[in-house]
């Protein structure tokens, strides 16, 4: 796992992306099965409306295999949304995370964007913790049942400039 590229996602990585989705959040945080369909949706309209000029994302892969992913979106002229973020367990504490975002957010510097949003929950707390050391702060947080799950859904916002 030494080397790990960051390559722009592609079409054919859609059915993975899906069912990691779905797979590890119904594994690690008991997210039932309307999970992947939502995840699904994501990347087909990802896949039929991104500009390429303003909007990415990227796999994580080593030796041809996916360990992540992490997309920019627009949701405004101003603003960018950070999207399936999601690392396999055995990625998870070497730093890829870290990566991941910083592509992300300089991304999103370098196509002019005033700030970033991110839609999580609060029982993902190794991404809570890596926003907030980047600097991210939570806008908004309520709770929510969603996913077969109580929740407490989070709004996180940092400043690029």
């Known amino acids: 796992m030494d080397e790990i590229a960051l390559r722009l996602f592609r079409a054919e990585d859609a059915p993975w992306l899906t069912e990691r989705h779905g797979t590890l959040y119904a594994r690690e945080a008991g997210f039932d099965a309307t999970f992947a369909p939502l995840v699904a949706e994501i990347i087909a309209d990802y896949l039929a409306r991104h500009d390429p000029a303003r909007e990415a994302g990227w796999i994580a892969e080593a030796d041809g295999r996916p360990l992540g992913s992490i997309f920019c979106v627009a949701q405004g002229a101003e603003v960018a949304k950070l999207r399936l973020f999601?690392?396999?367990?055995?990625?998870?504490?070497?730093?890829?995370?870290?990566?991941?975002?910083?592509?992300?957010?300089?991304?999103?510097?370098?196509?002019?964007?005033?700030?970033?949003?991110?839609?999580?929950?609060?029982?993902?707390?190794?991404?809570?913790?890596?926003?907030?050391r980047n600097g991210w702060q939570i806008a908004e947080a309520r709770p929510v049942h969603a996913y077969g799950c109580d929740l407490v859904e989070q709004t996180w916002e940092i400043a690029l400039h």
């Open 86 to 132: 999601l690392l396999e367990p055995e990625a998870r504490g070497r730093g890829l995370g870290q990566r991941m975002l910083a592509r992300c957010m300089d991304f999103a510097r370098a196509k002019g964007y005033a700030r970033m949003t991110l839609a999580t929950h609060e029982s993902h707390r190794a991404a809570c913790a890596l926003y907030a």
